[in-house]
């Protein structure tokens, strides 16, 4: 055991003679670079007033509705809804590829967040797919 620890403590002493030796011998390495930084001022920004929002509403109000209903397309849909303050309410229906008419009726304020009732109606005839004659390739 005394002859581990011996051989480790002289392993160590062997280890730093090596590299203070080294040290000693070393020579000064020309450096590319002049070892100044080259320091140039921050531009100054110039003071931007703070633009102030006159137009705030504490109360916001409004509606609006649209409905579409596109023969060609097959495209059937509507919305409408409503804001008085912080309560949001209104509800959407589209005619689902299947024939079924989906309705969505939901309703928003700060006390229930965001709430919704899904509902899906009787089945609507479907319009079929109208085959399109392939185009003739020009040569």
């Not at 590299?19 to 110039?46: M, N």
């Not at 509606?63 to 008085?84: C, H, I, M, P, W």
């Not at 304020?109 to 079929?128: C, E, S, T, Y």
Request: aromatic share 10%; glycine share 8%.
């Amino acid at each position: 055991m005394a002859f581990k620890f011996v051989w480790g403590v002289e392993q160590c002493i062997a280890a730093v003679l090596t590299g203070v030796v080294a040290v000693a011998f070393a020579g000064l390495v020309p450096a590319p670079f002049p070892g100044v930084a080259r320091v140039f001022p921050a531009p100054v920004a110039a003071q931007v007033p703070v633009a102030v929002n006159t137009n705030y509403d504490p109360h916001p109000q409004y509606t609006f509705a649209y409905n579409v209903n596109d023969a060609l397309t097959g495209d059937s849909k509507s919305q409408q809804e409503s804001r008085d303050g912080d309560v949001v309410q209104g509800s959407y229906s589209l005619v689902e590829p299947d024939g079924n008419i989906r309705t969505v009726l939901y309703y928003a304020d700060p006390i229930n967040g965001f709430n919704a009732v899904v509902q899906r109606g009787p089945l609507v005839h479907a319009k079929g797919v109208v085959p399109v004659a392939p185009a003739l390739r020009a040569f």
